[in-house]
């Protein structure tokens, strides 16, 4: 499989600016394969350090500051010599050892010739104990699950051909159009982990891809009382736990009250922050103002909780595979829908979206687009009906305002329709 972070990696290991890269993201979106990928197809070299499979490795990095002499110690237990430039050093589940975490430092000052990558679970967790974490010293990318348009890449190649083609006010086919929706229902079942994709290339099984599901569930509950640190992981659970009803209430917003009777915000603060932290989670803010700038608006205290994975999201609600596929509505359309949007428009936009509430209604998501403001409605069908948003754009008349759903790719008077399957192309196609 294909993924845009190789391009990211590519770019870094030209940049005259480099610094040790980290990588970021939730287990098992595909951060291990990635490096070995990269260390393959564009170095001549490459040794692989794994702290969880190598205790002994520690103590490399807990006696000694000077990376030089690191460099010689590994390139004894490597059996190969490392070269500058020409060997990538990747250190895998760095969590493990916050030494080597910090030793990417002194590479930085010391040793930058050498190129370094290093990835683990739970590392955005870290940010957060600024000792163990070389802040300004390393280059940061976060790796997310497969994106739609990854996923079709994957899975049907020939119609990611045509997809990469399509252009700003460009007519749909309807065969490709329906063909794409299709992708899309089937990447709302799937998901973009890659093991789940992987599955259904090879098996076309979905009731394997739902054990794979049920699976990673359980990883990461249990890792939540394994990498507990200072937060309570009986917290951290139940706040997992109660995304679904979180998002199947009416207004969507997150209520600590749902998660236990009598909840305040001080007793969930640390284990929202936690998963957040851990790119688990996604977190949208509300703004006051639909304003430039966006951030100076937020309201910190209210905010949605989305799931990193669509597909994940979908087995955590049980909603069944003929419902997405055969209904033309059904209970939890929205927020899933809605959790598809905002997996594709991340990292897109410089500023994260937000959304906007107030007395008189709702809009999904708000978009910065330059100085523009970008209002977007996200629809699960082909409903047009959206009083707030439409309301909102009769009395702003925004340059840009964006509704998803399952139309085709037309403008409809001040509102530009994009099909759900374009959401990845949005920044390109305003």
């Known amino acids: 499989m294909k993924r845009n972070a190789l391009e990211s990696l590519i770019r870094w290991k030209s940049s005259e600016d480099r610094k040790p890269m980290v990588l970021k993201g939730a287990r098992q979106v595909g ?69 080597a975490l910090n030793a990417l430092k002194y590479f930085k000052e010391k040793a930058n010739e050498y190129h370094v990558i290093a990835a683990g679970s739970l590392l955005g967790t870290l940010l957060a104990q600024p000792k163990s974490y070389p802040v300004g010293m390393v280059n940061l990318l976060d790796v997310t699950p497969l994106t739609f348009d990854e996923f079709l890449e994957a899975t049907d190649p020939a119609l990611f051909a045509y997809y990469t083609t399509i252009q700003k006010e460009q007519p749909i086919e309807d065969i490709f159009h329906l063909r794409l929706l299709e992708a899309y229902s089937n990447y709302l079942i799937i998901g973009g982990m890659p093991e789940c994709v992987a599955s259904w290339l090879k098996h076309k099984d979905p009731a394997k891809v739902n054990q794979i599901q049920d699976e990673l569930i359980q990883i990461y509950e ?80 209210q905010f949605k909780l989305f799931v990193f994975d669509t597909g994940l999201l979908k087995h955590m609600a049980g909603i069944d595979n003929s419902a997405i596929l055969l209904k033309s509505d059904y209970q939890f359309k929205g927020p899933l829908t809605e959790n598809f949007v905002l997996q594709q428009l991340r990292g897109q936009f410089q500023v994260e979206p937000r959304y906007f509430s107030d007395k008189n209604g709702e809009i999904d998501f708000v978009l910065q687009y330059g100085t523009e403001i970008v209002p977007v409605e996200a629809k699960g069908g082909e409903d047009k009906s959206a009083p707030s948003f439409k309301r909102y754009v009769a009395q702003n008349q925004p340059q840009y305002a964006l509704r998803f759903s399952k139309r085709g790719y037309r403008k409809d008077g001040a509102v530009t329709n994009l099909p759900l399957y374009l959401a990845r192309k949005t920044n390109e196609l305003l």
């Open 31 to 99: 951060k291990t394969w990635l490096m070995k990928e990269f260390g393959q197809n564009c170095y001549q070299h490459t040794v692989y350090f794994n702290f969880d499979e190598e205790d002994e490795l520690k103590s490399i990095f807990e006696v000694n500051k000077n990376p030089r002499r690191i460099i010689e110690l590994l390139s004894l237990i490597a059996g190969e010599k490392i070269l500058p430039g020409e060997t990538l050093i990747i250190f895998d589940e760095i969590q493990e050892c916050p030494a």
């Open 222 to 301: 249990n890792d939540f009382s394994k990498h507990n640190g200072k937060v309570n992981s009986g917290r951290i659970l139940m706040v997992f736990r109660s995304i679904v009803s979180q998002l199947a209430k009416a207004n969507e917003k997150f209520m600590y009250g749902a998660v236990r009777d009598g909840a305040r915000a001080r007793d969930f603060e640390e284990a929202i922050e936690w998963l957040v932290s851990a790119g688990m989670l996604n977190r949208v803010y509300n703004v006051s103002k639909m304003e430039h700038p966006l951030a100076a608006f937020d309201k910190l205290d």
